[in-house]
């Protein structure tokens, strides 16, 4: 099984300063993707961004961008410009593998006023 | 949650008595997944399915059965709940494409509490 990990389970910012939440990964697949989702206190999983492990550019959506770095196998997420509705729960995703997406456990951010 | 919809949205119930969460989709995509979300654990994958009657056990099955009779519909069924299964349940839906698509997108989340 694939595993994803997330070392930080809580970080805070400054609003409008920038903030970079770390993930690493394990796979054995060839051909993958790697997301990160967000979660508000309302619930709803919400995709930010998505990177396709065989293109080497980093996936970038508006303030949201990833350093992806597929021999360390490492994902990360930079948010900049931070903003009070970035306060959520966010987490890193990996797959498929073998039809399955896997999780990390999650970064709790607070974005402080 | 555009396209799927999960019933009940919350469910109160005692322990040993069974329970059945329902997925939706109007997206007409092949997989359809179901997810447990607790704290310190992330999403953990329960059943999976990869069409009309097949599916698969995910990394925490024990408890849980599914059942897949049409494409739009995935049931999750705990057939003797138990207060360890008191949690948020969140389906989620994905296509495989040339293209990429290959994203989750998740319903609205079904709690759950066990008492």
């Known amino acids: 099984a694939q595993t994803v990990t997330q070392s930080q389970p809580e970080m805070s910012v400054q609003e409008a300063e920038t903030v970079t939440l770390s993930c690493t990964y394990d796979t054995s697949e060839n051909n993958y993707y790697l997301f990160w989702y967000k979660q508000p206190p309302s619930r709803q999983m919400i995709l930010v961004i998505r990177q396709e492990a065989y293109k080497q550019q980093n996936a970038t959506e508006n303030r949201f961008s990833v350093n992806f770095q597929k021999a360390a196998k490492s994902f990360s997420l930079k948010i900049s410009d931070s903003q009070l509705g970035d306060t959520a729960m966010y987490f890193c995703?990996?797959?498929?593998?073998?039809?399955?997406?896997?999780f990390g456990t999650g970064t709790s951010l607070t974005v402080i006023p | 949650d555009a396209g799927i919809t999960q019933s009940p949205r919350h469910k109160v119930t005692e322990t040993g008595t069974p329970v059945t969460l329902r997925c939706h989709q109007t997206e007409n995509h092949r997989y359809m997944y179901w997810y447990r979300q607790d704290p310190g654990h992330g999403l953990r994958l329960i059943h999976y399915s990869y069409g009309v009657k097949d599916t698969d056990k995910g990394e925490v099955s024990d408890g849980y059965s599914v059942s897949r009779s049409k494409t739009e519909d995935f049931l999750l069924t705990l057939e003797s709940a138990t207060s360890s299964q008191t949690s948020v349940y969140f389906c989620a839906i994905s296509e495989r494409s040339l293209s990429g698509a290959n994203v989750l997108t998740f319903g609205a989340g079904s709690r759950l509490t066990v008492l």
């Open positions: 995703a990996s797959g498929p593998s073998r039809d399955q997406f896997y």
